[in-house]
């Protein structure tokens, strides 16, 4: 009986190793592969930044003279009009300057009066005989002296009377107040020394996004080009917009920031934006892509669709872009730090685009040459035939696996895969 049990699990060890070893001999090795056939489209290229919404038009409302707020007609969100009155600084000092400044004027006056009236009697009395020329030239001096005297009171009076006009600040155009930075009782330097602002008035019904454009891309951004603006305030929704300014230097960093000679650099890109946002408001957060070219009715297939390859060898390769040559001084500081960079980049004349189409079971490498790309297709301007099929995915296949003449299966639907689970 024990002999019978030892000859059965024998005999079904020996079936099982036989079932496995055909199984593995029949095992299924081919790529499994996505696909799509090349189309017709009209393709936009595009820049993307991002930046921050503020007004076309706005004033930043400071005081020119130094002085202590004892009135603010208006809170953050008011709409002004031009000229109407909005703060008041304390005029007691400037009240008694004024006063100073004109019991100077009518002293200077009475001194230049008295001086004219001198040198009129002197010139009466050397036509007599009864002066000299010395005293002739002594009230002469005179006058010119308190005539210059009296220019300097005027001057004066005229400074101290706008100086106390000064105290009060209007508003410089029609608006809303976007931002209030002071209240009643705080002081303002005054602009002469530094600027101190007081408010900001801005016309709100025109707004636009400043953004900053990377410098490798800036070189395609033209005033009046077309730009589609998406504020995180709004999300999914997109609105119209259109280049209105670019900045001809890079922009600068901020106070006590350093950069780097090798540091990417920045241009300010402003859009204005032509749709009317209700509830926009400055400093919300926006992203603008901006149209820098199209291509109308050219065939295209997805992005992750062309691969590159080493021309000899066929094989997947990673490209770097090619630096820029670095000065003796760059080298020599690199090599003090050990930190120099001795991997070999791959030229791009070595390497070529292309697609893998499907022939049969087969991926065949196919170049191609290709020209505008959008968000997600890319332009093929030769080297693909409109009845090719092509293998689209998975992204490592076509990254870095996937060979000319590997054998591959097109990976069926999702909701084929649940209709077989079900049945």
Avoid at 328 to 342: F, K, V
Wanted: aromatic residues 4%; contains cysteine.
């Amino acid at each position: 009986m024990k002999k019978n049990i030892w000859i059965i699990i024998i005999v079904l060890a020996v079936a099982a190793t036989g079932f496995l070893i055909f199984k593995s001999s029949h095992k299924d090795t081919r790529t499994e592969v996505t696909v799509e056939v090349p189309s017709v489209r009209n393709l936009v290229s595009t820049v993307s930044a991002t930046g921050e919404v503020e007004p076309v038009v706005q004033v930043k409302v400071s005081a020119e003279i130094p002085g202590r707020i004892t009135e603010l007609t208006v809170k953050e969100g008011d709409r002004v009009e031009k000229d109407e009155h909005l703060v008041e600084l304390d005029p007691k000092l400037y009240t008694a300057a004024l006063e100073s400044a004109t019991s100077g004027l009518r002293s200077a006056k009475g001194q230049k009066d008295k001086a004219d009236a001198d040198l009129k009697r002197i010139k009466g009395l050397i036509a007599k005989g009864m002066a000299s020329q010395a005293d002739l030239d002594a009230a002469t001096a005179a006058g010119e002296l308190y005539s210059g005297q009296l220019e300097q009171a005027v001057a004066q009076e005229k400074q101290a009377r706008e100086n106390l006009s000064k105290t009060r600040i209007a508003a410089p155009m029609t608006g809303t107040v976007s931002r209030l930075n002071k209240e009643v009782g705080e002081l303002t330097l005054g602009s002469q020394f530094q600027e101190d602002i007081i408010m900001v008035v801005a016309d709100l019904t025109k707004m636009e996004v400043k953004a900053q454009v990377d410098e490798n891309d800036i070189v395609g951004v033209k005033v009046g080009d077309s730009a589609g603006v998406q504020i995180d305030a709004f999300p999914d929704t997109t609105f119209r917009g259109r280049v209105a300014e670019i900045s001809q230097s890079a922009a600068t960093a901020g106070a006590g920031a350093t950069v780097s000679a090798d540091q990417g650099k920045n241009f300010d890109v402003k859009v204005a934006i032509i749709d009317t946002i209700k509830g926009i408001r400055p400093g919300m957060s926006a992203t603008v892509d901006i149209a820098t070219d199209h291509r109308d009715s050219v065939v295209a297939v997805s992005l992750q669709c062309v691969a590159v390859r080493d021309k000899k060898k066929g094989k997947a390769v990673e490209l770097k872009e090619k630096e820029q040559p670095k000065s003796s001084r760059e080298l020599a500081a690199q090599a003090r730090q050990g930190t120099q960079d001795t991997s070999k980049t791959v030229e791009k004349t070595t390497v070529e685009e292309g697609v893998f189409v499907l022939g049969g079971d087969t991926a065949v490498w196919k170049p191609v040459r290709t020209g505008l790309s959008s968000d997600r297709y890319i332009e093929i301007v030769s080297g693909l035939a409109a009845k090719d099929t092509v293998i689209s995915g998975p992204y490592r296949a076509l990254a870095k696996d996937l060979s000319n003449g590997d054998r591959v299966k097109i990976k069926p639907p999702e909701k084929d895969k649940k209709d077989k689970k079900k049945s």
